[in-house]
Every structure is written in C-alpha cells, then in structure tokens.
Nanobody, 121 residues
C-alpha cells in the first residue's frame, strides 16, 4: 500500500506559476503520473515519469509549460506549472503503480486525494 498526498494547489492568475507536490508514504520504484479533472470532464493525463526519471511523458496540451520531476530520497514528486492558462483549471491528482504499460491511461493502483488549481483570466 502507498498513500499519496498532493499539495501546492491554489488560485493563480493566467501566466502565473504553481508547483504541485506529491508525497508518498514510502519509497516506490514505480512510474508516477499526474492527471487532472475539470468539472464535467473526464480525468486526463498530464505527465508521467519512471522512477529513475529517465523516461518522461507529457500531454501535448502542457508540453513546454509543465515539468515533472521526482526526488526519490524524499519520496516526493513535483509538477512545476508555468504560463498557466484558465483551461488548466482542474483538480490535479498524482498516481503511482500503473496497471498497464500505457502510462497515459488513468489506470493506476494508488491515487492521491487531489489538489485544486484555479487559473483566473
């Protein structure tokens, strides 16, 4: 079992930045993903990184603006979000231990409770 806790969300103006954190209850050697879900929409993939950080995936919608990273010594992953847009408004979730090899699918064994990100125009 792994418990994940996200933090760092909040209200920011368009063009601003936020850094989300995802703290795990223990070390995990598994791929970690970030997803988001806006009201009335399905949960969508944002970014994922293998535990070594040697393979990283980004959704096209955030490529060049968001950066995923992880500090395995601290059992913590991060999502640095720059140049935020109103369409980035959503609840952001981190997840680990994917069920399938396609890390972009929202099929992971462990999920955090989410943190709200609101971007005002």
């Amino acid at each position: 079992q792994v418990q994940l806790v996200e933090s760092g969300g909040g209200l920011v103006q368009a063009g601003g930045s936020l850094r989300l954190s995802c703290a795990a209850s223990r070390r995990t050697f598994s791929t970690l993903g970030w997803f988001r879900q806006a009201p009335g929409k399905e949960r969508e993939f944002v970014a994922a990184t293998t535990w070594r950080g040697d393979i990283i995936y980004y959704a096209d919608s955030i490529k060049g603006r968001f950066t995923i990273s992880r500090d395995n010594a601290k059992n913590t992953a991060y999502l640095q979000m720059n140049s935020l847009k109103p369409e980035d408004t959503a609840v952001y979730y981190c997840a680990t231990d994917p069920i399938y090899s396609d890390y972009t699918l929202a099929s992971y064994h462990y999920w955090g409770q989410g943190t709200q990100v609101t971007v005002s125009s």
